[in-house]
């Protein structure tokens, strides 16, 4: 018999050593995260949430453009550190996903119902 839901929670580990490889193809990673947007719940059923997958090249380029952003904000004594958590960890997985929301649909709602704004 398999594990309950909170057995699984609590015998959960996180594993650091990430890897650029991975056994699911990138055209299985995108379906995967196309089905998880479509179907994720939101607000009014707004479908408010928006994602960017990047996969080789693009994932590369990203986390190159985090270092040399950081290197600017980050003393030099703690950018070495800085880099290779980055390097180690986010940079050598096999692609990033960044989830966002779209603040036009957000506004919209807003207009539309007006005392939910500030919720």
């Not at 980055?86 to 692609?95: L, P, S, V």
């Amino acid at each position: 018999m398999g594990r309950t839901f909170a057995e699984a929670m609590k015998h959960r580990r996180t594993y650091y050593s990430i890897g650029s490889g991975s056994p699911v193809s990138d055209s299985e990673i995108e379906r995967v995260v196309r089905e998880a947007l479509k179907h994720v719940p939101s607000a009014f059923n707004s479908q408010s949430a928006r994602v960017v997958l990047l996969l080789g090249d693009g994932h590369k380029k990203l986390w190159n453009i985090v270092k040399s952003t950081l290197k600017e904000l980050v003393s030099a004594e703690d950018f070495d550190r800085t880099e290779a958590k980055i390097d180690g960890c986010f940079a050598a997985g096999h692609g990033t996903v960044l989830y966002f929301e779209d603040t036009s649909v957000i506004k919209k709602l807003q207009e539309a119902f007006p005392s939910y704004k500030d919720n």
